[in-house]
């Protein structure tokens, strides 16, 4: 029969509980705090006792009395709590309970953290620059942002290649995991830290961030080392072999922040520095596809580089090599860098909507240049996005000053793997875009050099970029509103982007712009060729039409390849020739073509 409760006051005295009659199953132990020495009574608890049990003694769940040979433990009673401080750690002091939290997730799978401050030591070995190691169904639960903070720090002296708060060791898989509530303090401006500090590296199927908030981070640089890429919070996709069901769902980060990366003034960072990108999760390159990935309803504020660097490619959200994935309800303001990125990665039946954007370099960047990789973009729908640009800009920064922006570079000549974009909608976006110093703002830029691409459609946006950035054209004072650029032409006249109702704020139409990319090679014009020269803009401007072969009594003829552009049917303008006292030309429309609609010039 069981006794009445036992209250102790360490689990010493735990262990010296020898009542008579004996201990029997059932009987039940309060104690007060793990040991003697203890400032804080987290690590006590209730024990009910096993006439049976014969487990080992772990100091923590798991006591076996002094005076028992054989059988009979003390086992703790959770409550469904997992707390490091019954392995010993010690919030709020200056000990590593490190340890004590790698314990209670190996032995319980979780850990529930108080809204405390704990000190994390960065865990150095062959294998193992991470603090805390994650493994699959691992949950680690604080008390809420800024209750519970995980101050990481690295050992005294010792320089590593990479530190990550939280992560997967090399070679570990990990599924399902849970990391949320909670603040990561990476601990970048300590004295002597010279490491790349991520808060959150996770490699595995399915894994869910939530309500986790990131500062003090930095890419760093090592000693004799170039400084690493920093992906702050970020979930990785990664198969087992042999595949195993669940291994394409990739993983999602929600209603977490980041903000303001540390800076030590002690280390070069050097010049450029590393790239630091926020929030990120990617597919498994040269795998299936990844599936429903999400990062939805995050903050990232405040993203400047740090003192002592010239220029930060910093970017705020990075997604690739996934299908059926949602960028949604995000917001991205004071970043010196571009929003949401994607890079050389294939990607499949990808939603970004209502997204809030201010003061950022770029908005929406689909950016590939490496056409080894074959990558792909179908599929895609961008819409109902708020992109306010400029503000504050380095006058290093690389990426271009625009709300959506479509980087596709397959080589000078057409590439073995061509670069594919297609069936894309950007939709119902407002884009307000001022020139910064000499960075020229654009609406929505698409920049082609050798790429495959169909089926784009640009409609209902309202695109306030009044600047007109170098020579105004007929278009002007919203000529880069809406700018397509393509090499040669390529697919233009075949594959030409559908664009309707697009308007300034004030309700101007905007009119797509049209440029070549045959530079440096010079557009060959017949035998006015020296005299429109002069004249850079290689243009079919969608809103007077341009190229008209009735100037020089023949199609004009383009760069190396010699292609003809013809025009659409009922497209026959008239121009007249003006020549000044110089000699110098210039050309003039006599007459809009008879029946012409804004269609036929590729509006």
């Not at 772990?58 to 005076?67: L, N, S």
């Not at 880069?480 to 233009?492: C, K, M, S, T, V």
Request: net charge neutral.
């Amino acid at each position: 029969m069981a006794q009445h409760p036992y209250r102790v006051n360490t689990l010493a005295d735990l262990r010296g509980i020898n009542p008579s009659p004996p201990l029997v199953s059932g009987d039940i132990a309060f104690v007060t705090k793990r040991l003697a020495g203890d400032q804080y009574y987290d690590g006590g608890g209730q024990f009910t006792y096993d006439s049976e049990s014969r487990e080992s003694d772990d100091e923590a769940m798991v006591i076996r009395p002094t005076h028992v040979s054989d059988k009979g433990r003390w086992l703790r009673v959770t409550n469904g709590l997992a707390r490091a401080e019954w392995w010993g750690a010690r919030a709020n002091d200056n000990t590593n309970d490190n340890e004590p939290v790698q314990a209670c997730l190996e032995k319980l799978g979780r850990v529930d953290f108080m809204a405390k401050t704990y000190l994390i030591e960065a865990r150095v070995g062959a294998g193992t620059p991470w603090s805390i190691s994650v493994a699959t169904g691992n949950r680690i639960i604080g008390a809420g942002i800024d209750k519970t903070i995980l101050q990481f720090r690295r050992p005294e002296g010792i320089d590593t290649k990479a530190i990550s708060a939280i992560g997967t060791p090399p070679n570990w898989i990990t599924d399902n995991a849970v990391i949320s509530d909670l603040t990561i303090d990476c601990g970048f401006a300590q004295s002597d830290s010279k490491t790349t500090h991520k808060a959150i590296d996770i490699k595995g199927a399915n894994c869910l961030v939530e309500r986790v908030k990131a500062v003090n981070f930095s890419p760093g640089k090592p000693d004799s080392e170039p400084g690493l890429e920093c992906f702050v919070i970020a979930s990785t996709l990664k198969s087992h072999s042999p595949p195993q069901d669940g291994d394409t769902l990739m993983g999602t980060i929600r209603d977490c922040e980041v903000t303001e990366p540390a800076a030590n003034s002690e280390i070069d960072f050097g010049n450029p520095m590393p790239e630091i990108t926020c929030l990120s999760i990617v597919g498994e390159t040269g795998h299936p596809l990844g599936y429903t990935g999400r990062i939805v309803g995050n903050k990232i504020f405040n993203m400047r580089p740090p003192s002592g660097a010239t220029q930060t490619p910093l970017q705020g959200i990075t997604v690739g090599h996934c299908r059926l994935s949602e960028i949604a309800e995000n917001e991205i303001v004071n970043l010196d860098g571009a929003g949401i990125v994607w890079m050389s990665h294939k990607d499949e039946e990808v939603v970004i909507r209502a997204n809030r954007m201010v003061n950022v370099t770029g908005g929406v960047v689909i950016l590939v240049q490496d056409v080894n990789q074959n990558p792909e973009h179908l599929k895609t729908k961008i819409f109902d996005n708020q992109i306010v640009l400029g503000q504050y800009v380095s006058v290093a920064q690389s990426f271009q000053l625009a709300g959506v922006y479509l980087h596709i570079k397959g080589g000078i000549s057409p590439s073995p793997t061509p670069v594919r974009l297609g069936d894309l909608w950007i939709q119902r976006n407002y884009i307000y875009g001022k020139n910064i110093g000499e960075k020229t703002a654009f609406g929505i830029m698409c920049f082609f050099n050798s790429a495959v691409y169909n089926n784009i459609n640009i409609e209902d946006n309202i695109l306030e970029v009044p600047d007109p950035g170098g020579t105004p054209s007929l278009n002007a004072p919203y000529e880069n509103a809406l700018w397509f650029a393509e090499r040669e032409y390529g697919l233009y006249d075949s594959a030409k982007p559908k664009v309707h109702n697009n308007r300034s704020l004030a309700g101007k139409d905007l009119r797509l712009k049209l440029v070549s990319l045959t530079s440096p090679y010079s557009a060959r014009w017949g035998r006015y060729s020296e005299r429109v020269a002069r004249f850079k803009a290689i243009v079919h401007d969608a809103q007077i039409g341009a190229l008209y072969e009735e100037f020089v009594g023949e199609a004009p003829r383009f760069g190396l390849a010699g292609r003809r552009w013809r025009p659409t049917a009922g497209m026959s303008p008239r121009w007249t020739a003006r020549t000044d006292a110089s000699g110098s030309g210039s050309f003039s429309p006599a007459r809009a073509p008879s029946g012409a609609r804004p269609s036929d010039w590729g509006a």
